[in-house]
């Protein structure tokens, strides 16, 4: 399972026009699932979503982490994330989770996360999204599990 995740100021996912999800400052996960991913590695790849410490102290060093800072958590299925890219001008998704078994498992990950966490959005699996972002820093990192 990979997240790609960014520091945002501000992040909203819509869908035909209309803003299904949102946050303030926090974190953008997009989330890639791989064929053999279980909910063990949704629950890990939360934990390292959650705690990673990608957010400044005051004496301006990534000491804090999502909770600490009480911030938003937007989370978005991507499966193009699991593309195989190593070759050629086409990426491969032989890798990648089908839908019938990938949707459940990213659902799992929203409702832990609402559980653990008090502000969590989400986009929703398998429609056309368009992903609006202010990337602070920009800093991104790829999370793998």
Excluded: W
Aim: charged share 15%.
């Amino acid at each position: 399972m990979l997240s790609l995740i960014q520091r945002v100021t501000s992040a909203s996912v819509s869908i035909n026009q209309e803003i299904v999800g949102s946050i303030q400052h926090g974190i953008l996960a997009l989330v890639g699932i791989e064929k053999t991913d279980t909910q063990k590695q949704a629950e890990r790849l939360l934990e390292r979503i959650l705690t990673y410490r990608i957010f400044n102290d005051t004496h301006k060093k990534m000491n804090l982490n999502l909770q600490d800072i009480k911030g938003g958590l937007l989370l978005v299925s991507q499966f193009t994330l699991v593309a195989d890219t190593k070759s050629g001008t086409r990426p491969g998704f032989s890798t990648a989770m089908q839908p019938e078994q990938s949707e459940p498992l990213f659902n799992y990950l929203v409702q832990l996360a609402k559980q653990k966490h008090a502000l969590v959005s989400s986009g929703q699996f398998g429609a056309d999204m368009q992903v609006t972002l202010c990337n602070d820093g920009p800093v991104t990192f790829l999370l793998n599990v």
